[in-house]
């Protein structure tokens, strides 16, 4: 185990702060608080989203300028005036950004890159550690802060705290809790270096990557078991969403437990509808749906949704 110390830079700390999706947002909410200079915020361009496919700022983006701070949404950091105000930071802070930086962008800051990761580092490198950690069936996760390297989240961690996962707990639920805490830890790891006494700490254990979530793994296959079907609705939310078909309807699954049940019906059955939700016949055991979304329409109470239904034999495919 190799521990790292780093040095003090001389006056007050100056960061610059990249981010982009949701997760980030807490992070940059408690950098604005902390006191400490915010030079430059940095985020993913625009890109079209909604119903009308107009063009969307990233949330960081959102915040930032409604903020007022110094804000660029652009995925080149190679440019001339990031380049200058990389040169000149503390420390460039990096949460949920969308792309990897190179190792030159990194080395420019005093103490380099500090990355806030939602895992327990080294289980889970990589750009979907929250979702893969449910889909695994994880009874725990954590979130780490870490000195970036050139290598995805290979880099030594400052500190790491560990958290266990709810059992009904949603990829959105556990992300936004993870990143609060994250925000918190991550400032103490910021005055520790302002004092000088920041240690970073080889990481240590089996290696694990968690890869980008595909649209094709939220297709639903009742024929897995139960529990796998519940982990993949939570892991699923709030995007891309697992879906399945009902008498050729898209339909979306949002919450969802497994219920130790004989099956009698075939996969795919709804064998009762109750206040709980609907009952599905799996592979093994049933999936208790609580919550669905039918194409077009809002979210809804799954009892609500089967009230407009012949559902009596209905399979979903």
């Known amino acids: 185990m190799v521990s790292r110390s780093l040095g003090l830079c001389s006056g007050i700390m100056r960061l610059i702060f990249a981010g982009s999706g949701s997760f980030a947002v807490p992070v940059l909410n408690r950098l604005m608080a902390s006191g400490h200079e915010l030079a430059l915020v940095l985020t993913q361009p625009e890109r079209p989203g909604g119903r009308g496919r107009r063009l969307r700022p990233t949330p960081v983006g959102v915040v930032a300028a409604a903020a ?32 990897i930086l190179p190792a030159s962008l990194l080395d420019l800051p005093c103490h380099g890159g500090i990355n806030v990761h939602p895992s327990l580092l080294p289980r889970w490198r ?29 880099g030594p961690v400052y500190t790491l705290e560990r958290t266990r996962i709810d059992p009904d707990e949603t990829a959105a639920a556990l992300a936004a809790r993870l990143a609060e805490r994250g925000a918190a830890l991550l400032c103490k ?45 939570r892991a699923f939310n709030p995007r891309p969403l697992a879906w399945c078909e009902a008498g050729g309807e898209r339909l979306r699954l949002l919450k969802a437990r497994a219920v130790d049940a004989p099956v009698h019906d075939p996969v795919g059955t709804i064998v009762a509808v109750g206040a709980a939700g609907l009952d599905i016949a799996t592979g093994k055991g049933l999936l208790r749906v609580s919550q669905m979304q039918r194409a077009g329409r809002r979210p809804q109470p799954a009892i609500q949704v089967a009230r407009g239904w012949k559902w009596q034999g209905l399979r979903l495919t």
């Open 189 to 233: 790891v910021l005055d520790a270096l302002e004092r000088g006494t920041a240690q970073a700490v080889d990481q240590q254990g089996e290696v694990t990557y968690a890869s980008r979530l595909e649209k094709s793994e939220a297709r639903l296959n009742f024929s897995l078991d139960a529990a796998g079907l519940a982990r993949r609705i």
């Open 68 to 99: 007022g701070l110094p804000l660029m949404a652009t995925s080149d950091l190679a440019i001339p005036g990031i380049l200058a105000a990389l040169r000149s930071a503390s420390a460039l802070v990096v949460a949920d950004y969308g792309c």
């Open 126 to 154: 990589g750009a979907a550690p929250v979702e893969r950690a449910i889909l695994a069936g994880d009874l725990e996760t954590g979130v780490a802060i870490m000195r970036m390297e050139a290598g995805l989240d290979t």
